[in-house]
């Protein structure tokens, strides 16, 4: 099956901390989470939205309050399946559980 985005290793751990359902995932937070710099994170996830794959939306509230709003991106409920079908094709395993999620050395693994 062919993809509209390059698969990387970086952007197979991006898909899959989407995956976990997070409602407040913003770039620096999954960069964080999967210890990739935010300079191939945000690449990630803006051509996975510009193909469809991924939503984002702007944070609500005062900016004030405690800086600049984030961007939150969440995975499109339409390509679950397919995502978990790419993961468990390029790892060999059942994505998208937290028990699975440290991927990195120095990832936290926790959400």
């Given at each position: 099956m062919g993809y509209p985005f390059?698969?990387?290793?970086?952007t197979l751990d991006v898909i899959e901390v989407l995956m976990t359902g997070d409602d407040h995932l913003y770039g620096?937070?999954?960069?964080?989470?999967?210890g990739r710099p935010t300079?191939?994170?945000f690449p990630i996830l803006m051509?996975?939205?510009?193909?469809?794959?991924?939503?984002s939306e702007w944070e609500e509230g005062d900016a004030?309050?405690?800086?600049?709003?984030?961007?939150f991106y969440h995975l499109h409920p339409d390509c679950l399946g397919e995502a978990r079908t790419l993961l468990?094709?390029?790892?060999?395993?059942?994505?998208?559980?937290s028990a699975n999620l440290a991927l990195r050395p120095g990832w936290e693994g926790g959400l």
């Open positions: 390059r698969i990387t290793e970086a620096l937070k999954i960069a964080k989470q999967i300079g191939s994170v051509r996975l939205e510009e193909c469809g794959w991924v939503t004030d309050s405690r800086g600049p709003r984030r961007r468990a094709s390029k790892r060999g395993r059942t994505a998208g559980r």
